[in-house]
């Protein structure tokens, strides 16, 4: 009974081992502050690409290694890119944002459209033409508002005294 305890204890510790997630920290001393990110949450990353130019991205993380973070591209208009591989040395400046950005500004934009549209419907002031334009307004008007006030700029960099450091987790 011991043996067959001792192997799923050593079953069970060694698939927790194999599926333990790294974190990225960014650190700051001077302003004490430390922002972790872990595989699966929603960053926005500016980083010196080919020929160091600097480039972005701005997904979801993949994976994270000692020397790398991957983002991983799906959908049918990204499905010639490869993903994405971002070396931490190159790393100029990053921003953690919610995970749910990227699908609910689109669907406040389509919900605020569609109500409008079905409110001027009630009234037979207003025609269909003139039903669509206004819903049409209201979305674009409504998406340009949540991208002025959820902005998705990069608002820290590694020249204002972050740093990166790669954390494995510890049992």
């Given at each position: 009974?011991?043996?067959?305890?001792?192997?799923?204890?050593?079953?069970?510790?060694?698939?927790?081992?194999?599926?333990?997630?790294?974190?990225?920290?960014?650190?700051?001393?001077?302003?004490?502050?430390?922002?972790?990110?872990?595989?699966g949450d929603y960053v926005k990353l500016r980083y010196k690409?080919?020929?160091?130019?600097?480039?972005?991205?701005?997904?979801?993380?993949?994976?994270?290694?000692?020397?790398?973070?991957?983002?991983?591209?799906?959908?049918?208009?990204?499905?010639?890119?490869?993903?994405?591989?971002?070396?931490?040395?190159?790393?100029?400046?990053?921003?953690?944002?919610?995970?749910?950005?990227?699908?609910?500004?689109?669907?406040?934009?389509?919900?605020?459209?569609?109500?409008?549209?079905?409110?001027?419907?009630?009234?037979?002031?207003?025609?269909?033409?003139?039903?669509?334009?206004?819903?049409?307004?209201?979305?674009?008007?409504?998406?340009?508002?949540?991208?002025?006030?959820?902005?998705?700029?990069?608002?820290?960099?590694?020249?204002?005294?972050?740093?990166?450091?790669?954390?494995?987790?510890?049992?």
């Amino acid at each position: 009974m011991t043996r067959i305890l001792l192997v799923f204890f050593l079953f069970v510790f060694s698939s927790v081992c194999c599926f333990a997630q790294k974190k990225l920290v960014f650190q700051n001393d001077q302003l004490h502050e430390t922002i972790e990110i872990k595989e699966g949450d929603y960053v926005k990353l500016r980083y010196k690409g080919y020929l160091n130019q600097e480039a972005e991205v701005e997904n979801f993380v993949l994976e994270i290694n000692d020397a790398t973070i991957n983002f991983h591209y799906a959908g049918k208009k990204n499905r010639y890119r490869d993903d994405r591989m971002v070396l931490l040395s190159d790393v100029t400046g990053f921003r953690r944002m919610s995970k749910m950005k990227p699908f609910l500004a689109p669907l406040t934009s389509i919900g605020v459209g569609v109500g409008i549209y079905y409110a001027f419907g009630n009234d037979e002031v207003f025609n269909n033409t003139q039903q669509l334009f206004y819903s049409l307004g209201a979305s674009l008007g409504t998406s340009l508002l949540i991208n002025w006030v959820f902005k998705s700029e990069i608002k820290l960099k590694m020249s204002d005294g972050w740093y990166i450091r790669v954390v494995s987790p510890s049992f």
